[in-house]
């Protein structure tokens, strides 16, 4: 175990160089920096301009690419990071915010949409065919046809504006952290903000988890192990919990973790909608601009949190299933 986790942190390193060196490429390809620059900052002098084509690397040519690429990596890692291109703000002080809020609300999210999906599953499971199934089956289906954005315009509709007719206030908010103008930090109305979007995220993860638990635990169920267990005179919860739901969650392992992996830059409809400043309304005001340096910081976390993640999605499976081996 020990040499597999050394190895895969070794991978780790030119994984990463390889991903963040393309994704360079196509930010510089699809957002062209200096234009950018040069919109967001109409009345900038040519020395201005080349002062930030040289504090960026932005040079030219294939040569000037990989050139451009390791100035930018050298300015990363030692904390040497560029300004934004509007107002010259430092980058990490949003980047960390939006992170923090991101994280805030995808794990949130996630907690509940797994442990419901997966209970639902469970439930669905140890009942195929019957009402209890179909009814699981039938609110999943519903609920991955129902895109996010959908989603999200019905509850604002509902809890918000419709909610404001009939009694005259609206019962959760549909847009931020805080009302705006709001200091210091307010749990309670921190979670009344979260409550629209931690839903929108959860319904299609409940939809999700639940149709993969079910189908998993079915298959662990009808094993040939399980009968034996059974004919052995174990009861029906020790065979549930000793045994199916063990094996039953290696599959699903996976999910979690990628999952998981994702949440810093996947909320990137549901933060639109409801303008929740995080890493995806970061990402698309970022692009919007074609602000570089907020980009690239960016784009390497989200690669990163997926890399170590896929990482860790393998030690969980070692550790759910002694059959496997790393090695």
Known sequence: MKRYIARRLLWLIPTLLLVTFLVYVALRL???????????????????????????????????????YFKWLGGFLTGDWAPS????????????????????????????GIFVGNLFGVLAALRPGRLRDTAVNT?????????????????????????????GYSLFPTSGVYPPGHQGFDLALMLKHMALPVVVVAIQTIASYSRYMRSSLLD????????????????????????????????????????????????????????????????????GNGDFPQLMPFMVIIVGSVVVFNLLADIVYARLDPRIKLV
Do not use: C
């Open 30 to 68: 699809g957002t062209n920096p200096v234009e950018s620059y040069k919109r967001a900052n109409a009345r900038a002098s040519k020395k201005k301009i080349q002062q930030y084509i040289e504090l960026n690397g932005l040079y030219d040519g294939a040569f000037g690419y990989v050139r451009g």
């Open 85 to 112: 291109i509007k107002g010259r703000t430092p980058v990490w002080p949003n980047l960390k915010d939006a992170l923090a809020n991101s994280l805030r609300l995808g794990v949130t999210a996630s907690i509940v």
């Open 139 to 167: 609110g999943a289906l519903i609920g991955l046809a129902i895109p996010p954005f959908v989603s999200a315009l019905l509850l604002q509709l509902l809890f918000s504006i419709y909610w404001q007719k009939w009694f």
């Open 220 to 287: 662990v169920l009808n094993s040939d192990y399980l009968r034996t267990a059974r004919s052995k005179g174990i009861s029906e919860r020790q065979v549930l919990l000793k045994h199916s739901l063990r094996n039953a969650l290696i599959p699903v392992t996976t999910l979690i973790f990628l999952d998981i992996g994702a949440i810093v830059g996947g909320l990137i409809i549901t933060e639109g909608l409801f303008e929740y400043p995080g890493m995806g309304r970061f990402f698309l005001v970022a692009y």
